[in-house]
């Protein structure tokens, strides 16, 4: 069974631009949540997706979305990219609550 | 909000030699998930705990937690190259126990010595 599958593993954007970054969960898995994991915060949780609808929300700036799609397939989205916003993104999927989660390995953006 | 304090923050051991991680949470823990990770890659899933005084083992690791739900700790035993890496203790903040939406230690970083 594949595991969640992140594209693409490595961005370098510069200051303004806009990012999409992908993630397909594993097959069935229709919980999908987004994490910023960064040296001087950690990990932390952006939102979560299920059946296309975001159910969950972190303390992220609006310049930061996300969607979903039928196929439980999801999209992040940062617009008007700050030095700040460089980490690695994780994507995780989970069958049901109670359930953990599991990780892809992550796209690294990079902002020059 | 809840807090998840993880120590020690690093740990260098030699080959063989058991060690603990402890996970201290500020809130009941209702649900706890313990994960490795490799640095700069994803969160490998170790063990989830759910229950007070529960304990879970797999191959060489033993994941507990407290009677009051508030402490977690990982033990491994005769420590080996490849246990080395980033150990995170995740839970969720809310009552429910679901696991959509985690709040992560900031995690232990363990160095095996051969």
């Known amino acids: 069974k594949a595991g969640v599958t992140q594209t693409p593993r490595y961005l370098i954007k510069t200051r303004g631009q806009q990012v999409t970054l992908s993630c397909s969960p594993i097959?069935?898995?229709?919980?999908v949540s987004w994490y910023q994991q960064t040296p001087g915060q950690g990990l932390q949780f952006l939102f979560e997706?299920?059946?296309?609808?975001?159910?969950n929300k972190g303390n992220f700036p609006g310049r930061f979305s996300g969607r979903q799609f039928s196929n439980s397939r999801s999209e992040m989205n940062v617009s008007t990219l700050e030095l700040g916003d460089s980490a690695l993104y994780l994507c995780?999927?989970?069958?049901?609550?109670?359930?953990?989660?599991?990780f892809g390995d992550g796209t690294r953006l990079s902002i020059l | 909000s809840q807090e998840l304090e993880q120590s020690p923050q690093s740990l260098i051991v030699q080959e063989g030699k058991n060690l603990t991680i402890n996970c201290t949470s500020s809130?009941?823990?209702?649900?706890l998930y313990w994960y490795k990770q490799k640095y700069g890659e994803g969160l490998i899933f170790l063990m989830m705990?759910?229950?007070?005084?529960e304990e879970k083992s797999h191959e060489k690791i033993t994941a507990k937690l407290d009677e009051k739900k508030q402490q977690s700790s990982l033990h491994i035993t005769a420590s080996q190259p490849s246990h080395a890496g980033i150990y995170l203790c995740?839970?969720?903040?809310?009552?429910?126990?679901?696991?959509?939406?985690?709040?992560f230690g900031k995690g232990t970083l363990l160095t095996v010595n051969p």
């Open positions: 995740g839970a969720d903040p809310n009552s429910g126990g679901s696991n959509y939406k985690l709040t």
């Open positions: 809130k009941t823990l209702y649900g």
């Open positions: 705990l759910q229950k007070g005084g």
């Open positions: 997706y299920f059946s296309e609808t975001q159910r």
């Open positions: 097959s069935g898995h229709r919980s």
């Open positions: 995780a999927s989970s069958l049901l609550g109670y359930q953990p989660q599991h």
